[in-house]
């Protein structure tokens, strides 16, 4: 359910209003409600998408995310403060650079050893200097990486 746009999961328009925020909320609920027959991680993902869009703060978060072209669940997890190996809350306030490492490396930690390997040995030589000092920098005790 992380996957899908809070948008798409609520039926509504980027630009909706409050109003329109809560009664396709209530709709939607009504429909995916576990005791009505629906799923309740379906419910639990229609409840988060009303409550992150229906905070100002927290929507402009979780729309900011989306723009600088971040996946759903780590948009969603920017709103939520809730992120993975580094808070993708502060990240979202990082400069560039170091969003483009941190995407970087995400997308890295999906690949096989060999993979990244290879990935790694192809980047220049300033590139693999900068991911490197800024995974020290990132590096969360407990947290690791898919291998």
């Not at 980047?123 to 898919?146: D, I, S, Y």
């Amino acid at each position: 359910m992380a996957q899908q746009d809070l948008y798409e999961l609520l039926g509504i328009q980027r630009d909706a209003l409050e109003q329109e925020i809560r009664s396709s909320y209530r709709r939607r609920a009504l429909q995916v409600h576990p005791d009505k027959g629906g799923s309740e991680d379906l419910f639990h993902a229609v409840l988060t998408a009303f409550e992150v869009l229906s905070s100002r703060s927290t929507r402009q978060t979780y729309d900011a995310a989306r723009d600088r072209g971040l996946l759903p669940k780590d948009a969603l997890a920017a709103a939520t403060g809730r992120g993975r190996c580094q808070d993708i809350a502060q990240k979202a306030k990082a400069p560039a650079s170091h969003r483009a490492l941190a995407q970087l490396r995400q997308l890295l930690a999906t690949l096989t050893r060999e993979a990244r390997r290879e990935a790694l040995q192809n980047l220049p030589t300033e590139v693999q200097q900068a991911l490197m000092t800024f995974m020290k920098q990132a590096w969360v005790p407990g947290v690791r990486t898919a291998r």
